[in-house]
């Protein structure tokens, strides 16, 4: 496979970002079939059409999902992209990984496909771009029994769970989103790898109505973390924040030109349910109005934290429908504990 010329391409290589044309320049070296990619690409842009033959499944054996098939429509052009398969593997939970572990995975992606890859995709899964039919077995076999790491979902299944960094790192977390997310992907391995529905189906947690793996845009199910007692208000701290001694927001918009901090302005006003208000220098929240937005708490962090009886809201049905564009998902359940000891039930 031979370096191919590539006028068009090369012009995505000339603004001041990355290029992922680089990136496979760079990549063809040690792998020639990359070479290929370009020229096909190249071949696209020239034709104005997608030289990715349309339709074509393919997988591993007792699996009906985690491979996306996919085939050139030029192959005696770009031999190297003759099929060109993606291998979804399923991402550990909050995307912890060891280097021993990334290392292995990019060794085995090396040995059997085209070491392309897409850290990570939208639905959470590490994609591995670029395998032929006859290197899927192998790759998985190794997967599994090296590893110990499974592929993930795709088609009309049930696509790998994902979760924000919850308790792990994060103050805000109402529940234990890695455990959480890791019960229930254990939990629903069959629906998973056997498309059992009729279109897609998608889990996300996330610890607090911030929303780091944005659940209610994205998921039928989102899992979203909330408290039913009070916001714990520390009345010092929020002398602190007025007096402009700590920073607002932690700090990240420190070094733009906003003036003192304004607790009315930039947290009692922007309150959605207007359900805060100072009485002297106490600030007061009527919690039965609260929302549990979140947005007074990412403000004064060191003031206000999430109330003590924690659990979360259960959300269904957010899709993104190309014409209506992006819906938000529906409450459904209001608050439930979630814990381990209940089997997150
Ligand atoms: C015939 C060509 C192709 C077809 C039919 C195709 C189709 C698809 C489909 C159906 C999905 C799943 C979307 C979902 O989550 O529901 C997807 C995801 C994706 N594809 Fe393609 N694709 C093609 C070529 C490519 C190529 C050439 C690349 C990159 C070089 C690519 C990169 C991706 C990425 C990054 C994702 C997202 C994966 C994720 O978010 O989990 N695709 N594609
Ligand atoms: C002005 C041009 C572009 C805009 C405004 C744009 C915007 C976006 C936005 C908003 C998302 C996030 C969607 C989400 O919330 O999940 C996204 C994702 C993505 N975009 Fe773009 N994009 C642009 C160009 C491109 C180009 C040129 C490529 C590839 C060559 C690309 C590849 C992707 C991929 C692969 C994802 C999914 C990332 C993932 O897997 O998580 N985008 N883009
Ligand atoms: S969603 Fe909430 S709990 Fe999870 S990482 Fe984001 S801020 Fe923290
Ligand atoms: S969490 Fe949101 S709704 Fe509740 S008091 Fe704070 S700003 Fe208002």
Redesign the pocket.
Known sequence: MAKHETPLLDQLEGGPWPSFVSDLKHQAETKPEVYD?LGQLELSYKDRI?H???GGIVGVFGYGGGI?G?YSDVPEQFPGVEH?H?I?VAQPASKYYSTENLRKLMDLWEKHGSA?T?M??????I?L?GCRTEALEPFFWDLTHEMGQDLGG?GSNL?TPECCLGTSRCEWSCYDTQETCYHLTMHYQDEIHRPAFPY?FKFKFSGCANDCVAAIARSDISVIGTWRDEIRIDQAAVKEYIAGNYPSNGGSHSGRDWGPFDIQKEVIDLCPTECMWMEGDELKIDDKECTRCMHCINVLPRALRPGADQGASILVGAKAPILDGAQMSTLIVPFMKIEKENEFE
């Open positions: 990619i997608t990715w033959k349309h996306v996919r060109f993606t979804r392309v897409n990570h995709g939208s639905t959470g899964d994609i771009l795709s696509r897609k």
